[in-house]
């Protein structure tokens, strides 16, 4: 069966230090991978989506990168966080070859705070 | 116009109460559409994908109107578990981008 997996599950970093988030996905090739942020009281932003390794799309420009440098791993990261990078940061997948009715699975999240 | 719109509620509603929520879209390429369940603090989960001549699962009931651009969730003998927010989802076009409404909260009460 597929799972999804993400770390850390809570992060408190200082502004100006750096950011690696790691998501990782079993038992399915070549998934479609997004990463969300959910900022407090908000809804679900799409930060950057990829197709495959290497393929990286970005829906909104700022401070973030994203990286796929397996076909199951995908990396968000960041050289110098700001205070608004806060938020809970959810990775998601969809299966290669699925009808168009099949939706998007979610890992359990990393909570975000810059202090 | 947003690309996905939804009323954030709060719908208050007692035990065994219907209570429907509409979802707007202004794509009207778009194929795939979704709702979604998400408990506070936790990750958005999968309800059920909404079929173009409407499904249904067991309570829930999703319904689909191309010419008008919305899609619906009606929850029949609303339960205290039902208490979440429901999140619309719409592929962007064609595509596997999903965006996601901003949610409708649901507060089941005794």
């Known amino acids: 069966s597929q799972t999804i997996h993400q770390w850390p599950a809570t992060l408190v970093q200082p502004v100006g230090s750096p950011l690696s988030l790691e998501c990782t996905v079993e038992?399915?090739?070549?998934?479609?991978l997004y990463w969300y942020r959910q900022a407090a009281g908000r809804g679900l932003q799409l930060l950057f989506y990829?197709?495959?390794?290497?393929?990286i799309s970005s829906e909104v420009p700022q401070n973030l990168s994203a990286s796929r440098p397996q076909d199951r791993q995908f990396i968000l990261s960041s050289k110098k966080l700001l205070l608004s990078d806060s938020g809970f940061y959810l990775c998601?997948?969809?299966?290669?070859?699925?009808?168009?009715?099949?939706?998007?699975?979610f890992g359990s999240g990393t909570r975000l705070t810059v202090v | 116009r947003k690309e996905v719109e939804q009323d954030p509620g709060p719908f208050n509603v007692p035990e065994g109460a219907t209570v429907a929520f509409n979802c707007t879209y202004s794509?009207?390429?778009?194929?795939?559409f979704f709702w979604y369940r998400q408990d506070c603090r936790k990750e958005p989960k999968l309800l059920m994908s909404?079929?173009?001549s409407g499904n249904e699962d067991g309570r829930f009931t999703a319904q689909l109107n191309r010419a008008s651009q919305y899609i619906s969730l009606l929850i029949r003998d609303s339960k205290l578990s039902d208490s979440a927010t429901y999140l619309c989802v719409v592929n962007k076009g064609g595509s596997y981008i999903p965006t996601f409404g901003r949610g409708t909260s649901l507060i089941v009460h005794p």
């Open positions: 998601a997948w969809r299966g290669l070859g699925q009808g168009r009715n099949y939706g998007y699975t």
């Open positions: 909404v079929y173009s």
């Open positions: 038992g399915t090739s070549n998934p479609n």
């Open positions: 990829s197709v495959g390794i290497g393929q």
């Open positions: 794509n009207s390429a778009s194929q795939s």
